[in-house]
């Protein structure tokens, strides 16, 4: 059962693009009809077409449920010779015990009908749902960055309801509707003649009409209510987020006031939209009434003309009783499918998003001997008018450690991400082992490389999750040696729930240098050829990012590593250093070489130096070890604040 839930139509079996702009329900139906009838789910199909079947039998006991009624009525009118004293035996008493049974025969049926949709629907919503998640997945780092959270989940969230209520009105109830018309206007017709159908049918053509013409003009109103929920969406959670932040600076208050004013503009496109629909139910009523009340009149004057029976009258009146019910729900699903086209369109907007990083036709998977990094003759912009890297060209050999230093932009971490396939290069190229790996897969690239970043986040899951996030298949012998590995093995189980504790929304009930652990103990799981350490540490105090050096030296022995380097101390035993500067490589050689060429990388290291013994001085200071280097630090030029008080 498992297995059978998890396929998805295959990719040619999709649209290949959405508009809700330009979508009729004939088109919208069109698009979605791949997770309606899917190509690898023969039991769906099967469902379909049963559904389908219930429906019809549904419909054609709906339009002979009224004969019953009418016969029954004739059968009773003074002068039918009914014998009153044989009731339960007489023809009218079998004639309302069909009606009874009619009328459950024609509830069971539409219940069989939703009862066999129901899975395709519901099948067609997560499949919907799985493609655009994973289409989000698939879009570039730009457009992640480019993005808003909580209005992207409130888009998804509007989206798959808009997606059930037009699978289930359109197929459930527009289809259902138009054959129960046909199935009435032909009784109307034969029982009779024209002129009643003349008058029935251009009360259902004003009826039709009236809705979707008032619907259509309802949908702006709609559109507007939408962006106004996803604004407030977006402004709620990102406050929330940030809830330190708005803390920090008593701004709890300003947070409130941008959210009620999006919320504001959603009270008043709601308030719009109960009042425009009252006004529609209105006119809906008026012409069924009107119409309704005009065919009456005929057949009253009939029956008193000797033209019809009583049971005419009744047959005439439940037709349209029983007509009334799926023309107020045309109205209804008019308005469901036409709002649940407004709730889509901004989902169908995500899913034709073009992913700007591909794999492409003949991408085939990347293979690692050794873990040989190369970057040759790279060149990269971010955007045309600005560019980042100019020519670089470095080497990373197999199972060594280059590290890249320099001021903030530079460009250091933007190698990283096209060594991920993040970015495709703009010019150059970048190679594992001699292969482009523009022209591998994602998935196996990826693979091959492990990552600690600078800013380490976390999901709001358990220790033992984010650790085995690097290897979900990892047991958990193996989660707690990559945990002993990364040293916060002894912490963990120091812990009330040990692996199981939770650790909040980003990992914030962590620290920052308990966060780093547990990214390494997830690298050191992953187990990949290639690391790239991004300024692992440079967010950490100085006792605690020796604890993380130390760790993160463990992890890259044998392996081929990238350092990307803030604080100068921690690569100063890698292989080669590299020193950029205005994305161009300004110096490179051993940490040796470069102190004794007095250039970048010196100028550097020295103000890196003076400023750890400066916070060296300032710690002995606060301890009250040393008062006398304050008061001649003072006096030296160093911050007043620094003095004690007399």
Not at 67 to 77: G, N, P, Q
Not at 175 to 202: D, K, M, N, R
Not at 578 to 606: C, F
Request: with cysteine; hydrophobic share 45%; aromatic share 8%.
């Amino acid at each position: 059962m498992v297995a059978r839930m998890r396929k998805i139509p295959p990719t040619s079996d999709r649209p290949k693009s959405v508009s809700a702009d330009d979508s009729t329900l004939v088109a919208t139906v069109r698009n979605l009809w791949p997770y309606l009838w899917p190509s690898d789910r023969p039991d769906l199909k099967l469902r379909v077409a049963l559904a389908v079947l219930a429906l019809i039998v549904a419909k054609v006991i709906t339009v002979l449920v009224p004969y019953l009624y009418a016969w029954a009525t004739d059968a009773l009118a003074p002068g039918s010779g009914t014998d009153r004293t044989m009731f339960l035996l007489s023809v009218p008493a079998m004639l309302v015990l069909a009606f009874g049974v009619g009328r459950l025969l024609l509830n069971g049926f539409n219940q069989l009908r939703d009862a066999l949709f129901a899975e395709v629907s519901q099948y067609a919503v997560r499949s919907l749902a799985y493609r655009t998640f994973t289409h989000l997945h698939a879009l570039s780092l730009r457009f992640h960055l480019q993005r808003r959270t909580g209005g992207l989940s409130r888009v998804i969230e509007r989206g798959v309801k808009g997606i059930d209520a037009i699978v289930r009105f359109t197929i459930l109830n527009a289809w259902p509707t138009v054959l129960e018309f046909a199935l009435s206007a032909a009784i109307i017709f034969f029982q009779f003649g024209w002129t009643y159908l003349v008058v029935v049918a251009g009360t259902v053509w004003l009826y039709v009409w009236f809705s979707v013409r008032y619907s259509d003009r309802r949908i702006s109103i709609r559109r507007r209510m939408n962006d106004s929920d996803t604004d407030a969406n977006t402004k709620a959670i990102d406050s929330l987020l940030n809830f330190e932040t708005v803390k920090y600076f008593g701004n709890e208050k300003m947070e409130a006031d941008r959210y009620d004013a999006s919320m504001a503009k959603y009270e008043r496109a709601a308030v719009e939209t109960w009042t425009s629909l009252s006004w529609l139910n209105m006119g809906q009523t008026v012409i069924f009434t009107v119409g309704m009340t005009a065919c009456m009149l005929m057949s009253a004057r009939a029956v008193m003309a000797g033209e019809q029976t009583i049971g005419d009258f009744v047959l005439i009146n439940s037709l349209l009783m029983q007509l009334a019910v799926p023309l107020n729900f045309i109205g209804f699903i008019y308005r469901e499918i036409r709002q649940g086209i407004a709730d889509i369109e901004q989902m169908f907007g995500l899913l034709n998003q073009p992913a700007e990083i591909v794999d492409s036709p003949t991408a085939r998977p990347l293979t690692v001997s050794g873990g040989r990094v190369a970057f040759e003759d790279v060149h990269f912009a971010y955007d045309p008018d600005r560019q980042i890297l100019n020519g670089v060209s470095f080497e990373v050999p197999a199972g060594r450690t280059i590290a890249i230093v320099g001021p903030s932009g530079a460009g250091k971490s933007t190698l990283s991400r096209l060594l991920f396939r993040f970015y495709d290069v703009t010019g150059g190229r970048v190679t594992i082992d001699g292969q482009d790996v523009r022209d591998v897969t994602q998935e196996s690239l990826r693979a091959a490389i492990g990552m600690v970043p600078q800013d380490t986040v976390l999901f709001n899951d358990t220790i033992a999750y984010n650790i085995r996030y690097g290897r979900p298949s990892a047991s958990d012998e193996d989660v707690q040696a990559a945990a002993e590995m990364a040293q916060i093995g002894r912490f963990v189980e120091s812990l009330p729930q040990g692996y199981k504790t939770q650790v909040g929304e980003r990992g914030l009930k962590l620290s920052g240098g308990e966060k780093q652990r547990v990214a390494i103990a997830r690298t050191i799981l992953k187990s990949p050829p290639i690391l790239i350490l991004d300024e692992a540490t440079s967010a950490l105090d100085t006792n605690t990012e020796r604890e993380i050096q130390a760790a993160l030296d463990r992890v890259s022995e044998g392996r081929t590593t990238l350092v990307i380097a803030h604080r100068l101390s921690t690569v100063v035993r890698a292989d080669e250093i590299i020193v950029l500067e205005k994305g161009r490589i300004a110096e490179r050689g051993s940490h040796a070489d470069l102190i004794a060429k007095g250039g970048l990388y010196a100028t550097m290291w020295d103000r890196q130096r003076e400023a750890a013994e400066a916070e060296e001085r300032l710690k002995k200071a606060i301890e009250g070890d040393d008062i006398g280097i304050v008061k001649r630090g003072a006096r030296a030029g160093e911050p007043a604040a620094l003095k004690p008080a007399e």
